[in-house]
Structures are given as structure tokens and as C-alpha cells.
């Protein structure tokens, strides 16, 4: 089968993963995490990288929206965390790396981004330039921190070589 494909099929089943996973969260500090996005963004670094990665949170948030599971603010931190985390993940080529672009990305970056999509776009006149961060920074945390489990536990029974192999 083409790599392209197998790339193509597995970011679309990410995606629907994605989705389905937007239903569980947990509350933490007064703050809702929902972890499956972000263990689906490292995950898509480390096996696809980063344009599949952006093209997957794209098609979870469009769809979340669509029926009702989500805000127009997914779209910013689900985006910048793949993206980043694809992007250092595939020229530093360590884990830690897709650790770290995931939380930055989404809680910075993301958290920052969401701003102006809920101020300009939503019409949140309460939000300011950082009131996101600490949410995404807490949602995102958990679902690294889970990521992070299950990619070390691939890596160690030797299956996450042989997948990204398999990928690529």
C-alpha cells in the first residue's frame, strides 16, 4: 500500500479518535481537560508529522463543531500544538521534542491565539490577551502526560519503531 495512504487512513482514523475522545474530560482547578486531542497531536508528530498533524486537528475541530462538541477555540490550540510538535519532532528527531511543541504550542501559542477568535469572532468581551493559557496549558499537560505513556510504552515492547518503519 502507498505510505501516503497508510499516512492518509491512519490520520483520518486519529481524527474520529479525536472526536469520539472530545466527550471525556475531566475537571481540574476549575478548568475542563480533554486529553484525547492532545495525546492524538503527539501521536500524529511522531508518526506522521506535521502537516498531517495540523490536517487532523483541522478535521477533529471541524467536525466537533459541526455537531456541537466543540468551540470555535479548538481550532487554535489543537492546530498550534500538532503543528509545532510535528515540526520539532521532525527536525529534532527526539520525543521530547513532540512533548514539549504539543504543551507550548497549545497553551502558548494556542491560548494566545485564542484571544482574538473569542473576542473578534465569538463576541467574549470578558476574555483578555491570556485567558486561555492556563486552561489549554492544563488540558494539554494532562493529554502529554498521557501521551507520553503510551509512546514510552511502545518504545519500550519495540513497537513504535517498527510502526513509524511501517509509515515511512
Same mark, same amino acid.
Given at each position: 500500500?502507498?505510505?501516503?495512504?497508510?499516512?492518509?487512513?491512519?490520520?483520518?482514523?486519529?481524527?474520529?479518535?479525536?472526536?469520539?475522545?472530545?466527550?471525556?474530560?475531566?475537571?481540574?482547578?476549575?478548568?475542563?481537560?480533554?486529553?484525547?486531542?492532545?495525546?492524538?497531536?503527539?501521536?500524529?508528530?511522531?508518526?506522521?508529522?506535521?502537516?498531517?498533524?495540523?490536517?487532523? @486537528?483541522?478535521?477533529?475541530?471541524?467536525?466537533?463543531?459541526?455537531?456541537?462538541? /466543540?468551540? $470555535? !477555540? %479548538?481550532? *487554535?490550540?489543537?492546530?498550534?500544538?500538532?503543528?509545532?510538535?510535528?515540526?520539532?519532532?521532525?527536525?529534532?528527531?527526539?520525543?521530547? @521534542?513532540?512533548?514539549?511543541?504539543?504543551?507550548?504550542?497549545?497553551?502558548?501559542? /494556542?491560548? $494566545? !491565539? %485564542?484571544? *482574538?477568535?473569542?473576542?473578534?469572532?465569538?463576541?467574549?468581551?470578558?476574555?483578555?490577551?491570556?485567558?486561555?493559557?492556563?486552561?489549554?496549558?492544563?488540558?494539554?499537560?494532562?493529554?502529554?502526560?498521557?501521551?507520553?505513556?503510551?509512546?514510552?510504552?511502545?518504545?519500550?515492547?519495540?513497537?513504535?519503531?517498527?510502526?513509524?518503519?511501517?509509515?515511512?
Amino acid at each position: 500500500m502507498n505510505k501516503n495512504l497508510k499516512k492518509l487512513i491512519l490520520a483520518a482514523i486519529f481524527a474520529g479518535i479525536s472526536v469520539v475522545g472530545s466527550m471525556v474530560s475531566i475537571p481540574v482547578f476549575g478548568s475542563k481537560c480533554a486529553p484525547v486531542q492532545h495525546i492524538i497531536n503527539v501521536m500524529c508528530a511522531i508518526f506522521l508529522g506535521p502537516w498531517y498533524g495540523v490536517g487532523c @486537528a483541522f478535521v477533529a475541530s471541524l467536525i466537533r463543531n459541526m455537531v456541537g462538541l /466543540g468551540t $470555535l !477555540l %479548538a481550532f *487554535p490550540g489543537s492546530m498550534c500544538g500538532a503543528l509545532l510538535s510535528g515540526l520539532l519532532y521532525k527536525f529534532i528527531k527526539k520525543r521530547w @521534542a513532540a512533548y514539549g511543541g504539543e504543551v507550548f504550542g497549545t497553551a502558548i501559542i /494556542g491560548g $494566545l !491565539l %485564542a484571544y *482574538p477568535f473569542a473576542s473578534l469572532i465569538m463576541g467574549n468581551a470578558e476574555a483578555t490577551l491570556f485567558t486561555y493559557v492556563i486552561p489549554f496549558l492544563i488540558s494539554t499537560a494532562g493529554g502529554t502526560i498521557i501521551a507520553i505513556i503510551i509512546i514510552e510504552i511502545l518504545n519500550g515492547a519495540g513497537v513504535l519503531k517498527r510502526l513509524q518503519d511501517m509509515l515511512n
